[in-house]
């Protein structure tokens, strides 16, 4: 088939504001533009995004993709003006210390910098330590009556980077996990015409805080069979040795066989290699003892749902340099639109 992804609306998709239990912005951007594709949509009390395409088979295909990215959360503003906050999903504090974000409040985005000590005033002690969330602050660059006036506990903030291709194919920007994920299941809503399931494409909230809203949405959905798209850690890179990888960049779509919340259905896992195989659909075989994903959810919903986690393989994940490859997403996508497409033979469990 002819695959052409519009990767203009996976920049728009980074840059919309969204943490977990906070995906207004996204979700309000995803019902606009994919309502007209779908034949129902609708929001549940969680706020997940629920889109309904009829199938030609009495079966239910449901996909999902979380459109919730880690961030912070403002819960005090000191004396001089100065935010602190908790984090929402897994951040490492390392990875925070002199970063930009932008703190979304009732008036608009303020552009804030997590401040740190200059190292002339540090010590060889000070360095060596992990800066832990606690000693971290946002700077406005405001006086404290204007930010007091702003900023309220409970606003929260994102990290700031633009979304930037380079390299040979790569894609860095904030939030890839999982607008990456998100983008490949808005793409297949828009290009599914006369699907063979009848297709539940689902965009999730809370995933990152313990795959809360994919625990609603599938309860809602009684699907014969599930598809998690989300983006996984690629740990290929200097310090890591091959046997801990656990994906690696342009080896394209993971294909789950274990992660720590699931073990994939051996029957619906071998369906999807023969198809990536079938179909010259470049795959790889995702085992994450320590990661989970919305399929940890999904699967155990109701009397159980054979659900298998499609993962893009994401360096630097959970960071504002996160790094996806075009061709691994590009995978993602032919996978999923091929199984809700054509169906996926022998599926009858
Ligand atoms: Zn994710």
């Keep these: 088939m002819e695959l052409k992804l519009d990767f203009s609306i996976l920049k728009t998709l980074t840059e919309l504001p969204g943490i977990s ?27 997940n995004l629920i889109l309904f395409k009829k199938g030609s088979s009495d079966k239910n295909l449901l996909l999902c993709a979380h459109m919730d990215e880690v961030g912070l959360m403002i819960h005090h503003i000191d004396e001089r003006g100065f935010l602190r906050f908790v984090t929402v999903g897994g951040i490492d504090p390392r990875t925070l210390l002199a970063q930009r974000v932008r703190v979304q409040t009732k008036s608009g985005a ?24 606690k000693e971290l602050f946002i700077d406005l660059g405001l006086p ?21 291709e380079f390299g040979d194919g790569m894609i860095c920007s904030k939030a890839l996990d999982n607008r990456a994920g998100v983008f490949v299941l808005a793409e297949l809503v828009r290009a599914l015409k ?33 598809l998690c798209l989300d983006t996984t850690g690629a740990a290929d890179i200097p310090g890591c040795a091959p046997q801990d990888y656990i994906c690696s960049l342009g080896g394209g779509v993971g294909i789950t066989a274990l992660d720590a919340r ?88």
Excluded: W
Excluded at 110 to 133: F, M, N, S
């Design 21 to 47: 239990g906070r995906e207004t912005a996204v979700r309000n951007y995803l019902k606009e533009q994919l309502a007209p594709y779908a034949d129902s949509a609708h929001t549940d009390a969680m706020g």
């Design 110 to 133: 303020l552009l804030g910098v997590i401040g740190t000590k200059p190292a002339h005033i540090t010590t060889e002690q000070d360095r060596a330590k992990a800066v832990g969330v």
């Design 144 to 164: 404290a009556a204007e930010v007091r006036r702003r900023v309220e506990p409970g606003d929260f903030a994102v990290l700031d980077r633009p979304y930037e």
């Design 194 to 226: 006369d699907p063979f399931y009848n297709v539940y494409a689902v965009f999730t909230v809370q995933e990152e805080v313990g795959l809360r809203g994919a625990v609603t949405a599938a309860f809602g959905v009684e699907a014969d069979v599930a």
């Design 262 to 349: 699931t073990i994939t259905h051996p029957v619906l896992f071998e369906l999807l290699k023969k198809c990536c195989d079938e179909h010259q659909i470049r795959r790889q075989i995702r085992i994450a003892p320590r990661g989970g994903n919305d399929a940890g959810a999904v699967h155990l919903s109701k009397t159980g749902v054979p659900t298998c986690g499609l993962s893009i393989p994401t360096r630097n994940i959970h960071s504002n340099v996160e790094i996806v490859s075009r061709q691994d997403v590009e995978s993602t996508f032919l996978l999923a639109y091929l199984a809700a497409k054509n169906g996926l033979n022998d599926i009858n469990l």
